[in-house]
Antibody
Framework: EVQLVESGGVLVQPGRSMKLSCAAS????????MAWVRQAPTKGLEWVAT????????YYRDSVKGRFTISRDNAKSTLYLQMDSLRSEDTATYYC??????????WGQGTLVTVSS | DVQMTQSPSNLAASPGESVSINCKAS??????LAWYQQKPGKANKLLIY???TLQSGTPSRFSGSGSGTDFTLTIRNLEPEDFGLYYC?????????FGSGTKLEIK
């Protein structure tokens, strides 16, 4: 059974940094592109970033380019999202997903990031 | 970015009925439209991709149609577990973009 378990979501002040992790199991992690999708409170889904199987290619939405970094450790079957210079508009539940061909077939339960002073 | 306009925002129906949800893209996305279901306390679920291809495990009462800019998700013979939020998403190009969602409620 595919399992994606996110962690690291907390309350953080604007301008600060934090790092999310996603532990994957039940599938060959290194064979799948992975992605982060977020959902602000009471809002819809919004793609954030995608990483290729090797980690050699990454893609970001414009509003997080230069501030967020997606990475992966295939030996540990873990996906990461380093978030710097956080803004109030980054407040959301962040979901870890499998992301091949821009399709999000499997999702975690999400981790809540709140950016507030 | 491709804008996805989903309608209606809210929908109420009874078990056993059929419903349709529409999604319109701001430009042609060929057949590359996906549908997701979101329910509280459960992982989001990919139901349909490439307009009409059912993801493994999706019940046959779900169907998708359309191409270009106009797409429809139809659910026939509604079951109690079908009530929740539904999102469309274009997977034709970067950045992938979602519709604003349709809340399907029990009448």
């Amino acid at each position: 059974e595919v399992q994606l378990v996110e962690s690291g979501g907390v309350l953080v002040q604007p301008g600060r940094s934090m790092k999310l992790s996603c532990a994957a199991s039940g599938f060959t992690f290194s064979s799948f592109p992975m992605a982060w999708v977020r959902q602000a409170p009471t809002k819809g889904l919004e793609w954030v970033a995608t990483i290729s199987t090797s980690g050699g290619s990454t893609y970001y939405r414009d509003s997080v380019k230069g501030r967020f970094t997606i990475s992966r450790d295939n030996a540990k079957s873990t996906l990461y999202l380093q978030m710097d210079s956080l803004r109030s508009e980054d407040t959301a539940t962040y979901y870890c997903t499998t992301g091949g061909r821009n399709l999000f077939a499997y999702w975690g339960q999400g981790t809540l990031v709140t950016v507030s002073s | 970015d491709v804008q996805m306009t989903q309608s209606p925002s809210n929908l109420a129906a009874s078990p056993g009925e059929s419903v349709s949800i529409n999604c319109k893209a701001s430009k042609s996305i060929s057949k590359y439209l996906a549908w997701y279901q979101q329910k509280p306390g459960k992982a989001n679920k990919l139901l349909i991709y490439s307009g009409s291809t059912l993801q493994s495990g999706t019940p046959s009462r779900f169907s998708g149609s359309g191409s270009g800019t106009d797409f429809t998700l139809t659910i026939r013979n509604l079951e109690p577990e079908d009530f929740g939020l539904y999102y469309c998403q274009q997977h034709n190009e970067y950045p992938p973009t979602f519709g604003s969602g349709t809340k399907l409620e029990i009448k």
